[in-house]
T-cell receptor, first 115, second 115 residues
């Protein structure tokens, strides 16, 4: 089961900041928070990830609360092309190669950017 | 650097047939994961291959199988197709280490329709 909770949908005006929340209250100390987005019927696109500190890249910023139980993805100036489903995923640090890696996707947040 | 490629992009099969899908990872990536996406179940992990060995497996029947070649390219096979196998099949590649901070990058997917 997914270990994250996200609102099913959000609207944002074009040019404004889009703030997408994610709750991960059961996160463990060695688990990372990942964000992906999926534009209709395309493959998911990696956005950003973090462990404890806030992170920023050319696409977005990730704010993780001090207790790490929730995070917010910020798209600073949303455009119509940012309309997509956004997935917040918690992924553990792997202790051995035998564990492998898999992503457990929830239902995500459907973000609609409106003109 | 070229991204993850998947072939074919679209496929139509009939019930009872089998199908083979192909995935070429990003150059230098040694891990390939496969996911199935359907409207009802969302994105679900199928299996992961690393160094030609299945390293992790999701909860799918044995009709779903895969393999990885020495050049890290991967194929997945679905035998005795059922209507419910109609889905978008996604492949993701990563370097293959054990860190939870390692990112998976997705291909565009293969859209399979079973009639």
């Amino acid at each position: 089961d997914a270990k994250t909770t996200q609102p099913p949908s959000m609207d944002c005006a074009e040019g404004r900041a889009a703030n997408l929340p994610c709750n991960h209250s059961t996160i463990s100390g060695n688990e990372y928070v990942y964000w992906y987005r999926q534009i209709h019927s395309q493959g998911p696109q990696y956005i950003i990830h973090g462990l404890k500190n806030n992170e920023t890249n050319e696409m977005a910023s990730l704010i993780i609360t001090e207790d790490r139980k929730s995070s917010t993805l910020i798209l600073p100036h949303a455009t119509l092309r940012d309309t997509a489903v956004y997935y917040c995923i918690v992924r553990p640090h792997l202790e051995s190669y035998n564990q492998g890696g898999k992503l457990i996707f929830g239902q995500g947040t459907e973000l609609s950017v409106k003109p | 650097k070229a991204g993850v490629t998947q072939t074919p992009r679209y496929l139509i099969k009939t019930r009872g047939q089998q199908v083979t899908l192909s995935c070429s990872p990003i150059s230098g990536h040694r891990s390939v994961s496969w996911y199935q996406q359907t409207p009802g179940q969302g994105l679900q992990f199928l299996f992961e291959y690393f160094s030609e060995t299945q390293r992790n497996k999701g909860n799918f029947p044995g009709r779903f199988s895969g393999r990885q070649f020495s050049n890290s390219r991967s194929e997945m096979n679905v035998s005795t197709l059922e209507l419910g196998d109609s889905a978008l099949y996604l492949c993701a590649s990563s370097l293959g280490g054990t860190s939870g901070g390692e990112t998976q990058y997705f291909g565009p997917g293969t859209r399979l329709l079973v009639l």
